[in-house]
């Protein structure tokens, strides 16, 4: 191995979450790693003064600075780009890492050179676990998801598996797709594969990129024994668009992944949400201006969602 080549890169991406990202940092400088790492930050565009923060702060730390905000694919990728390690870990600004918890990651990977990825178990401030792991997404999983009917028998059962719910999250086991707010791989093989998908701005890339994964034979570990803390929504709260990008994202995977046929399945499935979501307006809100506005903004988020060029 080239004696200055770093063994991790660590990707931070941040986008207006100048206070977790100044967190993050600490908690990488006092982990006392074993293994040589380079911590690379790219700011996607922050308005709060988050890459002038980071660059007095940790003049150590390579600072990629965005005009614009470039999605969380098209940042990690960047910082993919410019990284140098063997091994490239994606840490979302809104986590803290305990102690020895990367170094974990990595001696998994070197030791099973079977598995692709290997992500961490993700705590509360309190220590309390978060159970994020899911299985992948299938056709049923979204005539389940968030709809009224979720917990109720028998499409509970899609909704548990879908969600993991038979796992406590306190073992180490394989999983088909860990947290997305911390993960390791092998570079080389994430930029050869193609990185995350851009076409999935904000999410389900995670989800894509460990489906690619499995397709091609590799497996994904969790590993308990490696302990992250994560600020759950922190940055993903404040983006104003969510509801609209996050179901474009849906639809785009899905269409990826099943084909074009599935299109018009997940825009009926929009359309299936949106009524419940009407008729929930019409029943708690009782000020006819207040309900009129409501479901105003609703059909114009669905006719959003469902505009040129959702699901690709």
Not at 158 to 185: K, N, T, W
Not at 241 to 255: D, F, G, K, P
């Amino acid at each position: 191995m080239d004696a200055a080549r770093p063994e991790l890169s660590v990707v931070v991406l941040s986008w207006n979450t100048k206070d977790l990202t100044l967190a993050c940092l600490r908690a990488l400088a006092a982990d006392g790693a074993r293994r040589t790492r380079e911590v690379v930050v790219v700011d996607n565009g922050s308005n709060d003064g988050s890459a002038d923060a980071i660059a007095a702060a940790y003049p150590a730390v390579r600072l990629v600075r965005n005009a614009e905000n470039r999605g969380y694919s098209g940042g990690n990728n960047q910082g993919a780009r410019a990284a140098t390690g063997r091994w490239l870990c994606l840490l979302n600004s809104d986590t803290e890492v305990h102690p020895g918890a990367l170094d974990a990651l990595v001696d998994w990977l070197e030791a099973h050179r079977e598995y692709g990825m290997a992500a961490p178990r993700l705590v509360n401030q309190d220590g309390s676990v978060q159970r994020a792991c899911m299985r992948f997404p299938g056709l049923a999983t979204a005539f389940v998801f968030d709809m009224t009917w979720a917990r109720r028998w028998p499409l509970r059962l899609v909704d548990d598996r879908y969600y993991m719910r038979d796992f406590d999250h306190l073992s180490s086991r394989d999983v088909e797709q860990p947290p997305g707010a911390c993960c390791v791989i092998d570079r080389e093989e994430y930029l050869a594969g193609g990185g995350l998908d851009e076409e999935l701005w904000l999410f389900f890339n995670d989800v894509d990129i460990c489906r690619r994964l499995w397709k091609r034979g590799r497996r994904i570990r969790y590993v308990a024994e490696a302990v992250v803390m994560h600020h759950v929504g922190s940055s993903t709260k404040r983006f104003a668009r969510l509801i609209v990008t996050w179901h474009r994202n849906r639809i785009a995977y899905y269409v990826k992944h099943y084909g074009a046929w599935v299109r018009p399945y997940l825009h009926w499935i929009v359309r299936l949400r949106a009524r419940q979501e009407r008729a929930r307006m019409l029943r708690e809100l009782h000020d006819p201006a207040e309900r009129r506005a409501a479901v105003g903004q609703l059909e114009d988020t669905v006719r959003e969602i469902l505009g040129p060029g959702a699901g690709g």
